[in-house]
């Protein structure tokens, strides 16, 4: 701070020099120095509270979220465009209609055991496999099946197509047919007795295909 002279007169008595070495220290309104250092009163902005740096960082998270809610799609929202993007499922997988076939049908050892036969050489006649009535059980129900080997009939009136005479030897070749694995059977309850069936084609069996050409020859005459 420069040095301050004063060489005024007063009351006949000369002044000396002042020299103002140390800053200049105000007071709090009564007796107590506050000293306030010139270069911090300066440097820090009146009204100015903590960092301005807060209020920014505040709105650039609240940008960022609304950012990433857009962005991001919802849970419910995925999982309905990935339902819609699932094709349709109608009827049996591929799988399960392999799983049924391999239920319904008879490996070679099995059918000769059923047959009692040593070797498929054993078989070349039609009566071979489809015994007695059951032949003429089989044609009818092969030909009243539709397209998926589904059929329904009642008994008196499957025996007469078949010319069974006797409701114990339907059954008793019903029961022949189920056991080849060419005949799924289910009864109706009813006054009539009627049933439901699945019939199997002959080829499921592991026959000579000289077997299958007799078959198909015996339809081919029936009328």
Known sequence: MANKTVNSKKGGFALAPITLSAPVKATDGFTNL???PADEASTK???QKGSGNAPTKKREQKKQAATNLTATPTKSAETDDSKS???AKTGESPEKK???ANEFSLSESELLRILDADSLDEIYELSDVLRASS?????TLVRLADERGRARAKNHELMSKAGIKGIATLYKQ???LMDLKLLEKKAKPGPHDGSSYVVHK??????P???YEKFDKYLSNLK
């Open 202 to 207: 002959l080829e499921s069996l592991p026959l």
């Open 98 to 100: 392999a799983n049924r």
């Open 45 to 47: 902005p009146r009204g």
């Open 85 to 87: 993007s699932e094709p």
């Open 209 to 211: 295909a000289e077997i």
């Open 34 to 36: 506050v000293e306030t």
């Open 135 to 139: 032949l003429k059980l089989y044609a």
């Open 174 to 176: 019903e029961r022949w």
